[in-house]
């Protein structure tokens, strides 16, 4: 039994999940406590040659062992192929990581279900019940639960072949698939997050003792910001050429290359009462102009983007991949680590021409991923994200930020707020090579979590939007590889084509500051009259002070 400030502690961490994320339905465990006793069961998902789980009893010392290729199910009704496979030493229990190609079961391994175990009334001594080919136990696991038996049914290829099957008891579940919870127990992480970035390998032809090695990380260190390339803006002759091109488009020369324009007249964005109608040959020439400024947040990274091709007030699509018409110049990226069916190539958006090529596409907005394809696993910064809901207000945000202002100030951490162009304000946090998503995750959580306990009316943590109350909501989960945040002077899908814009610390107290405030119109006069405050954080080697 939990102590009730236990399973508190646990309700809690079950409501802060994000249900969109991953599909582990309400109430599956992330991160647990792992099970103590002599009687402990650990169930692995072991992706080796082929996929399988590894269910593994403690008994006399040693961890009895089935390899069970379609995993263990609370559905009383399938019966699961359970092959015998030898004895594992305790030392192996909690092993999660990677085991060199090459070696006994190379691959990757993480620990999907872990608990403690009795045996079934009238089951006798436990060795004996598997020796004599009958095991019948009680399983008290984060997944598994309730009664299962293993039962030899016979021999092939020289191995024993068993059948794993839940018993029909209050815990069983018609059609539960251990594939539908594809997460560890023990991190939270899945096998592909675990092969790419393991904390720890495991050496079979080491002595059990000295099997686990950790794996040496990169400690985020510090040191000088990482370099930044520079930009020319287009040259007057060059804007002049693309305000002669006809409606229809045609070829336009700038930052040295040919890039092929069409439907200059279509408008983009509808007009306001205070900015005209924006056309594509306005978004063009306004990404060509941008580029110098918008670029630094976008080179050496992955751009997803976000396509209006018919307009704001019309349909639009996320394209992650290389467009088939991208000319051959356009640089890209291969994500070696796509889940099949995920997208592969990426377009890389690095210099004037490529931002010309995306705003021909209507890829009005973009959004960089926070990892740089050289290190896709390692974030480049941290982000705050505050999402004002229906029932709050942009004032509510600026009370936010400014909370957030005082927490990094008093923590000596360096960072910058940015209006998002539509509601909310981000802040935008410079981290250190050698960070893992895992650790910005939980350092935003953990400064949100302080933030949000001084204004608990503002704030929901609620994931479903329809709980919220229309609260605002300190989103750390976008904290991850491939959720993305928009770039710095990126337009927003809005009439009027606002963009989002870094502003300074001392500009949350300026009355006139809206989230909305600058179009693609009037930021260039704005970056030419007080800069870019975010611009002297790209790339800086930032330390998080660890927050306990
Ligand atoms: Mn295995």
Redesign the pocket.
């Given at each position: 039994m939990s102590p009730p400030d236990a399973t508190d502690r646990l309700e809690r961490y079950r409501s802060m999940r994000d249900f969109e994320v991953t599909p582990e339905p309400s109430g599956a465990p992330g991160p647990t406590a792992p099970p103590t006793g002599s009687a402990r069961f650990v169930v692995?998902r072991?992706r080796?040659r082929r996929l399988?789980y590894?269910v593994r009893l403690e008994m006399g010392g040693v961890l009895v062992s089935w390899?069970v290729p379609k995993g263990p199910t609370l559905d009383p009704d399938a019966k699961r192929l359970a092959v015998h496979?030898e004895d594992h030493p305790l030392e192996y229990f909690d092993f999660e990581g990677v085991i060199p190609a090459g070696e006994y079961?190379g691959g990757d391994v993480i620990v999907w279900d872990w608990g403690t175990w009795e045996p079934a009334p009238r089951m006798g001594d436990p060795l004996e019940a598997v020796a004599g080919g009958e095991v019948h136990v009680d399983l008290f696991g984060e997944r598994l639960r309730g009664r299962f038996a293993i039962v030899r049914r016979g021999r092939r290829d020289g191995k024993e072949q068993w059948l794993m099957f839940h018993k029909h008891d209050d815990a069983a579940v018609a059609g539960w698939d251990a594939e539908d919870h594809p997460t560890s127990v023990k991190s939270g992480r899945t096998n592909d997050e675990v092969a790419a970035d393991p904390d720890t390998t495991w050496d079979s032809n080491a002595p059990a003792a000295e099997a686990a090695i950790p794996v040496a990380r990169r400690a985020p260190v510090g040191g000088p910001p990482r370099e930044v390339p520079t930009w020319a803006p287009p040259t007057d002759d060059e804007l002049a050429a693309l305000d002669e091109l006809g409606p229809k488009g045609g070829e336009w020369h700038v930052d040295g290359e040919v890039v092929k324009l069409t439907n200059l007249e279509k408008v983009l964005f509808p007009a306001t009462g205070d900015e005209p109608a924006t056309t594509k040959r306005d978004l063009i020439r306004y990404h060509a102009c941008i580029a110098p400024h918008m670029l630094p947040y976008l080179e050496g990274r992955a751009v997803n983007q976000n396509r209006f091709p018919d307009g704001v007030d019309r349909k639009h699509f996320w394209s992650k991949s290389v467009p088939s018409n991208a000319p051959a110049w356009l640089h890209r990226w291969r994500n070696a680590e796509a889940d099949p069916g995920e997208t592969e190539w990426y377009v890389v958006a690095d210099r004037p021409a490529a931002l010309v090529f995306l705003a021909n596409q209507a890829s009005l907005e973009l959004h960089p991923w926070t990892s740089r394809t050289e290190a896709p696993q390692q974030p480049t910064w941290a982000y705050i994200d505050i999402d004002p809901g229906p029932s709050s207000t942009f004032e509510d945000a600026l009370v936010l930020a400014r909370l957030y202002r005082t927490a990094l100030d008093h923590l000596g951490v360096v960072g910058c707020p940015k209006v998002t162009g539509k509601r909310g304000i981000q802040i935008w946090v410079p981290v250190a090579d050698g960070y893992r998503f895992d650790d910005t995750r939980g350092w935003v959580e953990k400064v949100s979590r302080a933030v949000g306990a001084t204004v608990p009316d503002m704030v929901s943590w609620k994931w479903h939007k329809a709980d919220r109350q229309g609260l605002t909501r300190l989103d750390y989960t976008q904290n991850a590889i491939n959720r993305t945040l928009v770039a710095p002077f990126s337009a927003r899908p809005a009439p009027g084509a606002p963009v989002s814009v870094p502003i300074t610390w001392d500009e949350l107290d300026d009355p006139d500051l809206r989230p909305d405030r600058w179009t693609v119109r009037s930021v260039l006069a704005r970056l030419d009259e007080v800069g870019d405050p975010l611009r002297p954080l790209v790339g800086q080697q930032q330390v998080l002070p660890d927050l306990g």
């Open positions: 692995q072991h080796a399988h590894d390899a496979v079961g």
